[in-house]
């Protein structure tokens, strides 16, 4: 089974600090995303990558950043941390193209104070 | 560009009644489809998918969805309700032109009552 890890389930941080959330697959997977989930707007995609050092921006990129410097771990960055960057935040990673589907981790349900 | 609409955010059932809910989607070209379920503070799983081939997809604990093209409908239904079936179950579409990208729905919400 495909195991993607997320560091962190519960993060409280204070407005206008560097945020850091990391996420590891175990699958050998090509591609990697960031979502954000809240409540009634379903799940938004933020980035995603297709190869080590390349990303993509999602629907909603303003305010994050990523980085994949190794095949299994991609981070989410938040430069400045806001109150309305509080979500929860799923990494998710893919094989191969887009009728494959996408594994999920547990999740990092983030508070920014 | 491809979207999903699930028709009800909250649906409720009584335990052992049938389950259904609805997902339409739009795409310019043959659709993926995949049904995911979503415990309370877990990631999303994957129930099912439909790629190609037969319409009439089966996945995990006894949910299975028909992908309906005249329709353009990808509804998930379960027989019989179970009380672990609550939770958030969302539909997610893509396709050869989108890259990598899957669209989500906003979700419905299944609450089993006993």
């Known amino acids: 089974d495909v195991k993607v890890t997320q560091s962190s389930r519960y993060l409280v941080k204070r407005t206008g600090e560097k945020v850091f959330l990391e996420c590891v697959q175990d699958m050998d997977h090509e591609n990697m995303f960031w979502y954000r989930q809240d409540p009634g707007l379903g799940l938004r995609l933020i980035y995603f990558?297709?190869?080590?050092?390349?990303?993509e921006k999602g629907d909603i990129p303003e305010g994050y950043s990523v980085s994949r410097e190794k095949k299994e771990r991609f981070s989410l960055i938040l430069e400045s941390a806001s109150t309305n960057q509080t979500s929860m935040y799923l990494c998710?990673?893919?094989?191969?193209?887009?009728?494959?589907?996408?594994?999920f981790g547990d999740g990092t349900r983030l508070s920014i104070l | 560009a491809q979207s999903v609409t699930q028709l009800g955010s909250h649906v409720s059932v009584s335990e052992g009644a049938l389950v259904l809910l609805r997902c339409n989607y739009s795409s310019s070209v043959p659709p993926y489809l995949f049904w995911y379920v979503q415990y309370p503070n877990q990631g999303l799983q994957l129930l099912l998918k439909y790629t190609t081939g037969a319409t009439l997809v089966k996945g995990i604990n006894g949910f299975e969805a028909e992908f309906k093209k005249s329709e353009t409908s990808f509804h998930l239904t379960k027989p019989s309700a179970h009380m672990s079936d609550a939770a958030e179950y969302f539909c997610?579409?893509?396709?050869?032109?989108?890259?990598?990208?899957?669209?989500f729905g906003k979700g419905t919400s299944l609450l089993v009552t006993p």
């Open positions: 998710a990673s893919m094989k191969g193209g887009s009728n494959q589907p996408q594994h």
């Open positions: 997610a579409v893509s396709n050869s032109n989108s890259g990598y990208a899957l669209n």
């Open positions: 990558s297709y190869d080590v050092k390349m990303k």
